[in-house]
Nanobody, 119 residues
Framework: QVQLVESGGGLVQPGGSLRLSCAAS????????MGWYRQAPGKQRELVAA???????NYGDSVKGRFTISRDNAKNTVYLQMNNLKVEDTAVYYC?????????????WGQGTQVTVSS
């Protein structure tokens, strides 16, 4: 059974930092591309950051220069370091694991963790 378990969310003041973690089980973590998405109330889910199995990274425009995604294959964990947080970063953050092999795509989601940025 595949499980992606996020942690590290919470309430933080504008300008503060948080580090999200996503621990994966039930998959061969190292061969999956991993990502963080977020969804704010009334908005569509959007990509925050992604890291390929080879370590290449990609960021949403709104978080470039503030957020950093990384992975530790030995711990089956992907991280999202979030610095200089803004009120508009408030959302539920979801971990995603994605792998394409031939015509088949395997996609898994975590349950989400709430991040609230407020003074």
């Amino acid at each position: 059974q595949v499980q992606l378990v996020e942690s590290g969310g919470g309430l933080v003041q504008p300008g503060g930092s948080l580090r999200l973690s996503c621990a994966a089980s039930g998959i061969v973590f190292s061969i999956y591309d991993m990502g963080w998405y977020r969804q704010a109330p009334g908005k569509q889910r959007e990509l925050v950051a992604a890291i390929t199995s080879g370590g290449s990274t990609n960021y949403g425009d709104s978080v470039k220069g503030r957020f950093t995604i990384s992975r530790d294959n030995a711990k089956n964990t992907v991280y999202l370091q979030m610095n200089n947080l803004k009120v508009e970063d408030t959302a539920v953050y979801y971990c995603n694991a994605d792998r394409v092999t031939g015509p088949v795509e395997y996609i898994h989601w975590g349950q989400g963790t709430q991040v609230t940025v407020s003074s």
